[in-house]
């Protein structure tokens, strides 16, 4: 398939995790090894299977990427040849959540959310997936899809009709990245070492000096090394997950639907539902925050308020595209009074 001189090609990043492992699973070899070699206590071979099976599944799939392209029409894959246009693209994430744009942002787990799935670009990419996040925000069609709540289909529908389909936005709850296979990997082969030090360790060694045999001390220290690895891969997942989770409060949030158009706001968010106008607004604004569980300190925006008389509505960061971009679009409509 050839390209236009605008297209940029994605290309793979080194395969850092994956070595990573490696090295722990040749290391998992080496120490039961040193146990054999050592102590006398062959049974240590016995657990040799598990380090060799991720050493072979790693280095089997190590060339698993596919290639891709960004073209004019959209994401195009090297491989099979199918496209991702960018009109199917329903939501964009980066590390799990829809950063702000304008923000410094930092490299991490992108995710394309399309109507076929979910396309994953792991953070070594090039260029880096901060640029391409920025980039295919700037090249999709944001809030072109139809409302996933049957309250907002009529509101929607008419100010298609009255307005035509460009002047009309949708947003739908975002979509999680699908879980990925690499950490439940680590934690199998973690849990797999620390089962084999377990059971290397309860066989006390010899006693050179005599009286009570000591234990070994391979045993030990590999058991110390596996708890502080094990809470590192635990920690560094938890941070993953914190990146793209849910404000807390935010009650039926998958079920969640939010217009816009000449009209108005047309919203449906836990125990808010309705319409407002663009004179009934008094002001709009957004509230940035930090969060301490995002990964990486990413700053996240939290909330775009929206102020009418006699209460404010919070519209959550819950939505498909970041809500920098639907205040962006918000403002096109709304100008503030003149007192």
């Known amino acids: 398939m050839s390209h236009s001189d605008n297209s940029i090609r994605i290309v793979p990043g080194f395969r850092y995790g994956r070595l990573f492992v490696v090295i722990l699973a040749v290391a998992a070899l080496a120490a039961l090894g040193a146990v054999c070699a050592f102590t006398g206590n062959m049974e240590a071979v016995y657990f040799s299977p598990l380090p060799i099976c991720v050493i072979a599944f790693t280095l089997l799939t190590w060339g698993d990427r596919e290639p891709l392209v960004i073209s004019e029409i959209g994401i195009e894959h090297g491989w099979s040849g199918k496209v991702v246009a960018f009109e199917d693209i329903e939501g964009i994430t980066l590390n799990g959540a829809c950063q702000d744009p304008d923000a410094n942002l930092k490299g991490g787990w992108l995710a394309v959310h399309h109507r ?52 009309v936005w949708a947003f739908n709850p975002r979509r999680a990245s699908p879980k990925r296979w690499h950490h439940l990997v680590l934690w199998l082969v973690l849990a797999g070492l620390a089962i084999s030090w377990i059971a290397l360790s309860v066989k006390p060694g010899e006693n050179l000096r005599g009286g009570a045999p000591d234990p070994n001390p391979l045993a030990v220290g ?23 989770a849910i404000p807390a409060g935010v009650r039926g949030w998958k079920k969640s639907s939010l217009v816009i158009g000449p009209l108005g706001i047309g919203l449906v968010q836990g125990d ?17 925050g930090f969060s301490l569980g995002t990964y990486s300190g990413f700053p996240t925006t939290r909330t775009l308020s929206v102020k009418v008389a006699g209460a404010v509505i919070a519209i959550a960061d819950i939505y498909d595209h970041p809500l920098p971009n639907i205040f962006a679009i918000m403002s096109r409509f709304w100008k503030k009074p003149k007192n």
Not at 135 to 164: M, N, W
Request: glycine share 12%.
């Open 222 to 244: 590999g058991g110390v090394l596996l708890i502080v690895s094990f809470f590192g891969v635990l920690v560094t997942a938890a941070r993953l997950s914190a990146a793209g």
């Open 116 to 167: 076929d799935g979910t396309l994953q670009l792991p953070p070594n990419t090039i260029p880096d997936n901060r640029h391409l996040y920025e980039l295919l925000l700037s090249r999709c069609v944001p809030g072109k899809s139809i409302p996933g709540v049957e309250t907002l289909a009529d509101y929607h529908q008419g100010q298609v009709e009255t307005f035509g389909e460009a002047m």
């Open 272 to 288: 808010l539902t309705g319409t407002i106008t663009w004179v009934e607004i008094e002001d709009l604004g957004l509230a940035r």
